[in-house]
């Protein structure tokens, strides 16, 4: 699993890129719905805000008044640094079980949405750092624009966060957002390309993948994304259908040969004639739940529901290609 931390400073265009990253297929986890979380009412994490703030930072329903705290820690060090002592502990066990549920379910890249990444962490703990930078000017101009802030508001929050040149160096890749929306679409959909390869490298490398199809008009949906997730893996990926199906398994060995439900029959047959070799999978509307692998979700597709052959009893696994026993 790639984990990926995606920052930017405010109006720079984040939570665009943030937007369509998910829609493209990377798990998303938001620092700002986690802050929310950790400071619902009741939490300890309010109780301690309010200890340390006074009862003034609440609304009149027993909720955060946000705007009131925010008063309170903006333009002051000491008191912003209290607020982080108190609410980043609960923030980051949050975010570390979503990572261990994450990694449960095979997701391949889960990307960290973390607007003060480089002011309240060590970016050091991600594999990739993405920054998304717009000059100040342009930063201006949408602040005013989009939420009607005044100049003095906008000067306070800029001058609140590192500027953009200190991060740009610490930062794997810089996503610049200075023209229209559909080029800011354009550099995130290079980026997320590279961050997809990167995150699919694994025990598939070099390897084949055999598609099995009953003939010609047997053509599951999923397939098209199985096959996109692999070929970033790096793993050679061939579709036969119908009667080449024998020779094709007993002539190239297959890492891993997946059939659609149809063709199980013949595959199985030409998997056994060829000695089984690789792993043999299939979909099914309904199988031994035993035996289910579930592979990890192809790029923003549904998570897909396989069989095993011969691995009733196993450990579920998150990929087609088991990862080899270094003690073997």
């Not at 397939?223 to 094709?248: H, I, N, P």
Request: no cysteine; charged share 25%.
């Amino acid at each position: 699993m790639l984990n990926v931390a995606l920052t930017g400073n405010i109006g720079a265009g984040k939570s665009t890129v943030v937007s369509l990253l998910r829609q493209w297929g990377a798990t998303v986890i938001d620092a700002d719905e986690l802050v929310r979380e950790a400071e619902a009412p009741g939490s300890e994490v309010l109780v301690a805000v309010v200890r340390r703030f006074g009862a003034d930072v609440l609304a009149s329903d027993g909720s955060l008044d946000r705007a009131a705290l925010r008063s309170k820690v903006m333009g002051d060090d000491a008191a912003l640094a209290a607020l982080n002592a108190i609410v980043h502990p609960a923030v980051q066990r949050r975010r570390d079980d979503l990572l261990e549920e994450a990694a449960t379910r095979g997701d391949a890249l889960v990307v960290n949405d973390i607007p003060l990444l480089f002011e309240a962490l060590d970016p050091r703990r991600f594999d990739v750092v993405v920054l998304v930078e717009a000059s100040t000017a342009a930063r201006r101009m949408r602040l005013r624009q989009a939420r009607g802030l005044t100049d003095q508001e906008i000067t306070r929050l800029i001058a609140a966060q590192m500027p953009t040149e200190r991060k740009r160096d610490r930062s794997h890749f810089v996503i610049e957002n200075e023209g229209s929306l559909a080029e800011l679409e354009d550099q995130a959909q290079t980026v997320f390309q590279a961050l997809r390869r990167r995150a699919a490298a694994g025990p598939a490398a070099g390897a084949l993948l055999l598609l099995a199809t009953a003939d010609a008009q047997d053509r599951p949906p999923a397939f098209g994304a199985v096959a996109r997730r692999y070929a970033d893996a790096g793993a050679r990926v061939e579709q036969v259908a119908g009667r080449a199906l024998r020779r094709q398994v007993a002539t190239l060995h297959p890492a891993v040969l997946l059939a659609s439900e149809p063709a199980v029959p013949a595959a199985r047959q030409a998997w056994e004639d060829a000695g089984r070799p690789g792993a043999l999978l299939y979909l099914s509307e309904d199988p031994d739940p035993v035996s289910v692998r579930l592979d990890l979700r192809p790029w923003g597709g549904e998570r897909l529901a396989l069989a095993e052959e011969g691995a009733v009893g196993g450990r579920p696994r998150v990929d087609l290609f088991p990862t080899p026993n270094p003690l073997a």
